[in-house]
RNA sequence: GGAGAGAUGGCUGAGUGGUCGAAAGCGGCACCCUGCUAAGGUGUUAUACCCUUCCCGGGUAUCGAGGGUUCGAAUCCCUCUCUCUCCGCCA
């Protein structure tokens, strides 16, 4: 959530920022500064109330000490009218307070000055593109080739889980495991901490990161044990410092970890859920920071160069995009998404997705650190995949086909595979 | 899964209805003392929100969470969560 005194200091700079992200109803804002307006009122008439009961309460402690118990007795009973008030202020204070918040948190983040005005995918910048995007006729895409190889076994995930739980065998797990140990090992030696994290969250924790209570769709859920299985590592991450304040010694605090996710993905049928393009579990390595607000947008910068440096290593043709206002998602303020060629399937896909979410995350769940003065603030918070398995898998298993219907290994993934060039 | 014990500030740990946001110790910070080191002295040291706002300051809430009793709750009652010990089970 926003800082409502953003809100309140600069309402029509707020609007302008939901317009470019594609809100077309700005009303929210004027609301939510009536509502404050009113919590406030209401938070004072109470704090008022209650120090004037205290203070009677506490003459009344000090009249029973002293054996007064008939002047304490007359002051008791003026107390009994005051009770019902403040428990009537409280309840609508209550409500106000409720009221506010879920407001603030209709509110999307305002976009940085530097991300490009815009609706529609349309008008994201492509800022940079690496490698040839050239595609052999020979080629196949990579379920035709992973079905001749038996590599990956959609059917059978059918029969066990459903669409979308692909079982993986021989080279494709192999390959996947040496990707993800290489993402790994990478970052790590970037600075990044490695994290091993819960795949279930409970509901404080899908509330801190905003999954709900707008994007519960998007989770499988736990009934039973009140659990959500992750959609990313982001939550679990990002929770893991939940209502914590850091010293400005301590960052940035950087960490990579690699879970599955799981998406329930309603509604997306068609052509792009072929292959891997799109599952309801896949494996990512995600990368999250914690640090300094002047420091974000650097950070931001070099997580995306973390990023992108394993698509380059890796040897994969890939572009980099910067997200316009209106395609870039309620709680950013600017994102790139890098996208690898697949030639397979002559089309760009996303394999990454860095962030800089500045203080939205983390005054919504009350990360903050202390500056060199003493004086406590919302530090920002940023991620990026690095990278999503599925489709850098689909990338690879096409891009390194050989005519002769084998997988080259790609040279930086060799010492995960005791030196073998070839996978058949 | 069964039985019992417990949850207090950064940590240890007192506090069983009244001036308790909370003793004491440790740790942290500032200053003083000290030739250096070690030790010592004094003070200070939770978070959120509201008001004020240059600073200072004032108020409210919070002793695992939520509800209740009471003029008044860390303290009494109810529900939940978590931790520990023993038994069972188990990768």
Redesign the pocket.
Known sequence: MLD?QLIKNEPDFVKQAMLNKGEKDTSVVDLLIETDRKW?EM??R???L??Q??????D???L??QGKKDE?QK??EQ??AM?AEIKQLEEAEKELSAERTSLLLRIPNVPHESVPVGHTEEDNQTVFTHGDTSAPEWLKPHWDFCAEKGWIDFERGVKVSGAGFPFYLGGAARLQRALINYFIDTAIGKGYTELQAPYMVNEDSARGTGQIPDKEDMMYTVPRDQFFLIPTAEVPVTNFHRNE?FEHSELPVQYVCYTPCWRREAGSYGKDVRGLNRLHQFDKVELVKFVKPSESYNALEQLREDAEYLLKELGISYRRLLMCTGDMGFTQTKKYDLEAWSPGQKRWLEVSSCSNFEGFQARRM?V?F?DENGK?ETLHTLNGSGLALPRVMATILEQYQTPEGRLTVPEVLKPYFGGVSYLD
Do not use: E, L, P
């Open positions: 409502i406030r938070v004072q109470a704090d008022q209650r120090s009961s205290n203070s009677m309460a506490k009344i402690g000090k029973m000490g304490a002051i008791i107390t009994g009770k304040i009350m903050r202390r406590i």
